[in-house]
């Protein structure tokens, strides 16, 4: 168990479904991140939020959206997606809003588009 | 563009022996280093984080940063079969005043033999 929740933690849903990833830590990080994860591979920055506010986006396609409604709370939410964007989404946190501090991780949400 | 390079593996390593894992890394300007440990299809978890020159130690576990030649190491003392897992070097910094991601190595794959 880690103390970054994610939710669900599993999703199928086809390319025209519209959803939403959800991520919560309790921890008074004020550094929250969106990672994707392909089979075999590292994980890939998405999104940076330092202090509620998007400071990095690495390139996304706009069917990735996120939103950070609090200082605890992190979402993505997907729409049209692609059978390529099927991954494992990492949400993380940092204490240190420079992200100089460790991240930890959620225990993820595995993702499948049909 | 930030690289963090290690040796893919698979290394082998006896039981009860040390097993050393390297990493070398482009950005002269990184600040904190970072080993996460990942079981098949888990999510990473912290094993250790650096961010001065020599070592540091955290029970079996050693990590090491040489600055000068760019280049970390985890060193874990008597294996255990448990272990066996890919380990993940990630790098942060600088962050230019805002939170920055991890830029991870592709990771090496890393097994105990009983």
């Known amino acids: 168990d880690t103390e970054v929740t994610q939710t669900p933690k599993h999703l199928v849903m086809g390319m025209t479904n519209k959803k939403s990833l959800k991520c919560e830590q309790h921890m008074g990080h004020r550094a929250m991140y969106w990672y994707k994860q392909k089979a075999k591979k590292p994980p890939e920055l998405m999104f940076v939020?330092?202090?509620?506010?998007?400071?990095i986006n690495e390139s996304v396609p706009s069917r990735f959206s996120p939103e950070c409604p609090n200082s605890s709370l992190l979402n993505l939410h997907l729409h049209a997606l692609q059978p390529e964007d099927s991954a494992l989404y990492l949400c993380a946190s940092s204490q240190d809003h420079r992200g100089l501090q460790p991240q930890h991780f959620g225990d993820g949400t595995r993702l499948s588009i049909l | 563009q930030k690289e963090v390079e290690q040796n893919s593996g698979p290394l082998s390593v006896p039981e009860g022996a040390i097993a050393s894992l390297n990493c070398t890394y482009s950005d002269r300007g990184s600040q904190s280093f970072f080993w996460y440990r990942q079981y098949s299809g888990k999510s990473p978890e912290l094993i250790m984080f650096i961010y001065s020159n020599g070592d540091k130690e955290d029970g079996r576990f050693t990590a090491q940063l040489n600055k000068a030649s760019q280049y970390v190491s985890l060193l874990i003392r008597d294996s255990q079969p448990s272990d066996s897992a890919t380990y993940l070097c990630a790098v942060n910094g600088p962050s230019g005043g805002g939170a920055d991601g991890l830029t991870f190595g592709k990771g090496t794959h890393l097994i105990i033999q009983p």
């Open positions: 939020y330092s202090y509620e506010k998007l400071s």
